[in-house]
């Protein structure tokens, strides 16, 4: 689904990776569900699952996004680059400990490996405790 770049206006927060957006032109509007592109935060219930909702909501939540479509997920959300007030999304969850550069999915986002090495490094966010990755704790 490589598509153009979307202008989009962010509707709703599901957890820390993922958010509903409403793209198009006033009365032709689609909603669309975004999967960020290359991290994976913690779930609602696990440590830091709120928290990194709340981030972030903070960065996004009615606020206008630049979206860039990669691929679709097996659950039809839009995996994308996400840009909100001028920040990358991906960028910020993972520097402030808020998310895992999720490997599998991340290639050419390295620099996102070394940010997370630089929060786990200062004990940031989820950082500051024995966090267990979100795909670990799904499979439980």
Do not use: N
């Amino acid at each position: 689904m490589l598509s153009a770049t979307l202008l989009c206006l962010v509707v709703g927060i599901t957890d820390g990776d993922t958010l509903k957006a409403r793209c198009g032109e006033p009365g032709g509007y689609e909603q669309i569900t975004v999967r960020i592109s290359a991290i994976d935060a913690p779930e609602r219930k696990q440590p830091f699952g709120r928290a990194s909702r709340q981030h972030l909501a903070k960065l996004c939540f009615q606020q206008q996004a630049t979206i860039t479509p990669k691929t679709k997920d097996r659950y039809g959300r839009t995996v994308a680059d996400v840009e909100c007030q001028g920040q990358d999304v991906a960028t910020e969850q993972v520097r402030s400990g808020l998310a895992w550069y999720y490997v599998r999915y991340g290639k050419g986002y390295v620099h996102l490996g070394e940010l997370e090495a630089q929060a786990r490094a200062a004990g940031r966010g989820l950082w500051s405790v024995e966090a267990v990755a979100p795909w670990e704790w799904r499979k439980r």
